[in-house]
């Protein structure tokens, strides 16, 4: 069986990442969606919430058994070290799952495979896992804009979470292929995606 190629995919919150992921697919590309997976790890149920509990105690939870993301923000930004904490329970159950569906949907005959990863760039360890990697870009305000009505999180917050993430030149120089998604309509950004597609023969 010929090995599938790999890109990563990655942007900052609001970049529109998830949206070229969905042309991709249109296109054949099988998506592994690494958010996806870490939102179901800490999910009421989820594989990560034993270790959370014990990690960072009951207020972590929420009154459904879910990771208590309020509770979890707000720790992060008091004590950055809680971050590296949640992370080493979760980052290695994201890797296994992600490998997991990488090797199904590559057993079914998916040309590509796209990792989604929206912290592709900070982990460190994803670039050397796939053949290239295309960031989705935007200027900062119009990130700010659009998780704002999409997420409807004041722009303090948005601010916040953009501030844990890598910054835009970082994601850039990490990049084989960036797409610039500002003032884009669906039109014109499918055809950016269809110039990626080309090479990736999709």
């Known amino acids: 069986m010929q090995r599938a190629k790999r890109l990563g995919l ?18 054949g590309a099988a998506i592994v969606d690494a958010d996806a997976i870490s939102r179901s790890l800490t999910a009421a149920g989820g594989l990560a919430m034993p270790q959370i509990e014990v990690a960072f105690g009951t207020s972590a939870v929420d009154d459904h058994g879910a990771l208590d993301r309020s509770f979890m923000r707000d720790l992060i930004f008091q004590d950055p ?9 979760i980052h290695p159950l994201i890797g296994n799952l992600t490998e997991r569906q990488a090797l199904q949907a590559e057993a079914c005959g998916a040309p590509l495979l796209v990792f989604d990863v929206p912290l592709l760039v900070e982990s460190g360890r994803w670039r050397q896992q796939v053949d290239a990697v295309v960031v989705v ?21 948005v601010e916040r979470i953009m501030a844990a993430q890598a910054t835009r030149a970082q994601r850039i120089a990490a990049a084989d292929w960036v797409i610039y998604n500002d003032g884009l309509d669906l039109a014109a950004l499918r055809q950016e995606v269809l110039s990626i597609s080309a090479w990736l023969q999709l």
């Open 10 to 27: 990655t942007g900052g919150i609001g970049s529109g990442k998830s949206t070229v992921g969905q042309m991709l697919a249109e296109r």
């Open 137 to 157: 870009d935007c200027e900062e305000s119009t990130q700010i804009q659009r998780v704002m009505a999409r997420n409807h999180l004041d722009r303090a917050e």
């Open 81 to 89: 070290s809680a971050r590296q904490r949640l992370e080493a329970i």
